[in-house]
């Protein structure tokens, strides 16, 4: 199976700042690559698809990057309804594998 | 408005049986492959179980291997999950997610199971 390490698990932040979130694949994907945001209690919603492909409705603060096996999502100016827990998700083999997570909170 | 509804969770005990539903509308269901994703409580999520839009293809997580049994039936836009030989471990928000053509983009609300004696 396809590992996903999604780093960092967890991070401590403060309204208007620049937030970076990576995945790395264990071996190459493409672009087979989504983020999905989830907020307590919630499904899980994707914000970027295709790995740098935002997703209809999302603010354009969010932005993804990168192909193969590393990638990379950014907020490039934190809101407050912006803290919650991000995943990555490969689906580029039929056995999906999603990142770890990463908690965002507020500084 | 596409929407997936799940039903069927509840409390089972270790060894026990339960079988989840997932109701779909506002799309053309027999066209899409399907998904169960579940999540342990305070965990990440986990991929459990595909299949495509025809029921040709079936593919489960190691994990639920020869436990669970995923279906569909395009007639009543339904997905579900038989789920057998239920451990402690199988605890989670099941969630039914659509396939799209840049993988999954639509989830339900999830429903909760428990399994505990």
């Known amino acids: 199976d396809i590992q996903m390490t999604q780093s960092p698990s967890s991070l401590s932040a403060s309204v208007g700042d620049r937030v970076t979130i990576t995945c790395r694949a264990s071996?190459?994907?493409?672009?087979?690559l989504g983020w999905y945001q989830q907020k307590p209690g919630k499904a899980p919603k994707r914000l970027i698809y295709a790995a740098s492909s935002l997703q209809s409705g999302v603010p354009s603060r969010f932005s993804g990057s990168g192909s193969g096996t590393e990638f990379t999502l950014t907020i490039s100016s934190l809101q407050p309804e912006d803290f919650a827990t991000y995943y990555c998700l490969q689906h580029n083999s039929y056995a999906w594998t999603f990142g770890q997570g990463t908690k965002v909170e507020i500084k | 408005e596409v929407q997936l509804v799940e039903s069927g969770g509840g409390l089972v005990k270790p060894g026990g049986s339960l079988r989840l539903s997932c109701a779909a509308s506002?799309?053309?269901?027999?066209?899409?492959?399907m998904n169960w994703v579940r999540q342990a409580p305070g965990k990440g999520l986990e991929w459990v179980s595909s299949i495509s839009s025809s029921s040709s293809y079936i593919y489960y997580a190691d994990s639920v291997k020869g436990r669970f049994t995923i279906s569909r039936d395009n007639a009543k836009n339904s997905l579900y999950l038989q789920m057998n030989s239920l451990r402690a471990e199988d605890t989670a928000v099941y969630y039914c997610?659509?396939?799209?053509?840049?993988?999954?983009?639509?989830w339900g609300q999830g429903t909760l199971v428990t399994v505990s004696s």
């Open positions: 071996q190459g994907i493409r672009n087979d």
């Open positions: 506002g799309f053309t269901f027999s066209s899409y492959s």
């Open positions: 997610a659509r396939t799209g053509r840049w993988g999954p983009d639509y």
